[in-house]
């Protein structure tokens, strides 16, 4: 047995056999004195399977996430039938009289090239799809499997170095028991994309898992980020217990979904969605969520490829909204710069993106950005329990300078006689430890608090999330980032304000009742996490959490915090 | 051989789903088409071509056609570049 530690970053257990992702390299050697029309047939078979594919791939995108999703498949369908590119290749072939494969080869790359040099993202990107084309055809005619999953025919523990977004469009859900990832953090796609899904994975478990070989047996622990290969019998039977318990936990929190988390004590705890577009409202709603503790506006900047405007933003806001009838929508303002770019703002590189002009810093920067958001956000509210936040505040002048814009906007609109809500909350993320060590005065000055627990622990404990060599230092779970949790939720509750929360930790079944002992008001998390984090606030007695939480306040590292609240409390222990 | 000066008024230029559409377009006839852009000229019915004229909102292309459906072909592209491809977006 081998045993291996990455980074916890999708709940659950899977216990199955190794499906290894390896992508089959293209190796193409040129031969000279062919004969042009027998290359050219190959190649008009091979376009003719490789046209059956896309428009295979497209139907099965358009079904599973609809039309918007499969556009760029449409578009590569549009690329092999381009009468330009044919041309290219049959001149490259007539005058080499080379091997198709080195022709095609050829023609791709003079195509993809002239489009890199163009002066436009947009284009730049197009490079991609026609080098993607140009490689399935490659693939066809060496006869090297159409996708690395092809042989996947059981489900399996998928065990890769990295997976794109395009990796994973394809792979049947139902063959997938885990993933087992090489590289990447708590946010990285494959993370995102397992918890969206409910499949446990681990990622940033390090290039050694790579040795591993296809069929061999493996335990993914995607609750504490363990990787067991050809794992004893005692391993199996005692992860075997722990999934029985994780399914069954599942099974009870999913049938009370749509029931109120009430403490044992009878407490009413709020909990509510982190999405990103409508169609994660949808799902929050039937996820079990009373609201949305955090709209990230970023999808309606980074889809097109220019700044979108107050209108589209307007029936973005205003359609995600209507999803939530009374329920309270919190949109937070554009949070852009750090590890997010938007391509065609040109902003200029900076040595520090994580300390420099990124979310409301920009903002001010940019007011052509700033106040369409903002006029939008205040339209969309207008009759509605929509609220305001501003992320990565640092100082008290930055609340008022963001409040002032908001007024103008409002005396914009008023002067323009377009309908807007007059009054809407206020609320600062507090993510920054500047902000949390000032949030007694900070609190005077909002209606609410929002804490981001991702960047506070990456902040607090100057260590970068998304790098897997400190992940484990950056952890949320470290005593002195649930300190300045504890300092910012008391500040505020002095004000009689509310605090909530829309970090990762929110929505861990282990930070649940500490959070609930230190006096959070308001959980907000990824919908999929929704049903189990109610059932755990249930299970609890507001007395009892607050125990926990004076009690882990006392210990020394994360490892400590997680044990003690995993052994007191059997439901949080998966 | 018929040829018109038009203005492009799409917000997006002739990028993304705008040139997919106009290019499907032409594709539907047997004549000959070409867009011209400043000092370059694509074929209509090629995807990579149109996209590589770079032509962006409010700029002006020449559309040429020639062959036997060429006058039909050039009215039904002009209008759907007038209409914003179908999309007033």
Not at chain 1, 28 to 33: A, N, P
Not at chain 1, 411 to 437: F, Q, Y
Not at chain 1, 457 to 477: E, K, P
Not at chain 1, 509 to 529: H, K, Q, R
């Amino acid at each position: 047995m081998k045993e291996l530690k990455g980074i916890a970053a999708s709940l659950g257990f899977a216990i199955g056999s190794v499906f290894l992702y390896e992508r089959e390299e293209i190796r193409i050697e040129e031969c000279q004195d062919k004969d042009v029309s027998a290359e050219w047939q190959k190649f008009e078979d091979a376009l003719k399977t490789a046209k059956e594919q896309i428009s295979h791939i497209y139907e099965h995108v358009k079904n599973e996430s609809g039309e918007d999703h499969a556009e760029i498949f449409s578009a590569q369908l549009m690329i092999l039938d381009d009468p330009d590119l044919m041309d290219s290749v049959k001149q490259v072939l007539n005058a080499k009289r080379n091997n198709i494969e080195a022709a095609l080869y050829e023609a791709i790359e003079q195509f993809a090239m002239a489009m890199e040099m163009l002066d436009d993202e947009y284009l730049k990107a197009r490079a991609l799809d026609i080098r993607d084309v140009g490689n399935r055809i490659l693939r066809i005619l060496l006869g090297i499997a159409e996708s690395p999953t092809a042989g996947l025919n059981e489900p399996s523990v998928i065990l890769a170095d990295d997976l794109t977004p395009s990796d994973t469009v394809l792979i049947d859900k139902n063959m997938i028991l885990g993933f087992c990832i090489a590289k990447g953090g708590a946010t990285s796609h494959t993370a995102i994309l397992a918890r969206g899904l409910g499949i446990p994975a681990v990622v940033g478990a390090g290039d050694e898992i790579m040795k591993v070989k296809k069929g061999e047996r493996i335990i993914v622990d995607g609750s504490e980020g363990f990787v067991f290969i050809n794992p004893s019998d005692d391993k199996v039977s005692y992860y075997t217990e722990k999934q029985k318990h994780f399914n069954q936990v599942m099974k009870e929190s999913l049938s009370k979904a749509h029931e109120p988390a009430i403490t044992q004590d009878g407490q009413h705890v709020e909990v509510v969605a982190n999405i990103g577009n409508v169609e994660n409202a949808k799902a929050a709603m039937e996820a079990g969520a009373e609201g949305v503790g955090l709209l990230r506006t970023e999808f309606l900047y980074l889809e097109g490829t220019a700044l979108p405007t107050e209108e589209e933003q307007y029936k973005s806001y205003r359609a995600i909204v209507d999803v939530f009838g009374d329920y309270p929508v919190i949109l937070r303002t554009l949070d852009i710069g750090g590890d997010k770019e938007l391509s065609y703002l040109s902003l200029p590189k900076e040595a520090n993106p994580f300390l420099g002009v990124r979310a409301i810093r920009l903002c001010f920067n940019r007011p052509d950005i700033f106040k369409p958001q903002l006029r939008a956000a205040l339209r969309a509210a207008e009759g509605k329990n929509l609220k305001i936040m501003f992320p990565m505040v640092a100082t008290v002048d930055e609340i008022r300078q963001a409040r002032a814009i908001l007024t103008e906007c409002q005396n914009e609109l008023k002067a323009e006689k377009v309908s807007h809500a007059a009054k809407v909350d206020i609320g600062i993320m507090i993510e920054i430890p500047a902000a949390a060590i000032m949030s007694d005065v900070l609190a005077k000055e909002v209606d609410f608090f929002s804490i981001g627990t991702n960047d506070l622990s990456q902040y607090t404990l100057a260590a970068d999330r998304t790098n897997a060599g400190v992940a484990n230092i950056a952890s949320s779970f470290q005593p002195p980032v649930l300190r300045l949790v504890k300092m910012v939720i008391d500040a505020a509750h002095k004000e009689g304000k509310w605090v909530g929360m829309c970090g990762e930790l929110a929505g861990e079944p282990v930070a649940i009742p500490i959070l609930l002992g230190l006096g959070l008001d308001e959980f907000s998390m990824n919908p999929p996490a929704i049903p189990i984090a109610k059932q755990i606030i249930r299970s609890v007695s507001k007395e009892q959490a607050k125990e926990i939480a004076e009690l882990v306040l006392t210990l020394e590292n994360s490892d400590q915090v997680q044990s003690y609240v995993r052994d007191l409390l059997p439901i949080v222990n998966f | 051989m018929p040829e018109k000066k038009l203005t492009i008024t799409h917000p997006l230029g002739l990028h993304a789903r705008p040139a997919s559409i106009f290019v499907r377009a032409a594709a539907k006839f047997k004549c000959n088409i070409t867009i011209t852009h400043g000092a370059r000229t694509s074929s209509a019915k090629s995807i990579l071509g149109v996209l590589s004229l770079g032509v962006q909102k409010d700029s002006e292309v020449i559309l040429k056609t020639e062959g036997e459906d060429a006058d039909v072909a050039l009215q039904s592209l002009e209008e759907l570049i007038k209409e914003d491809f179908g999309d007033a977006k």
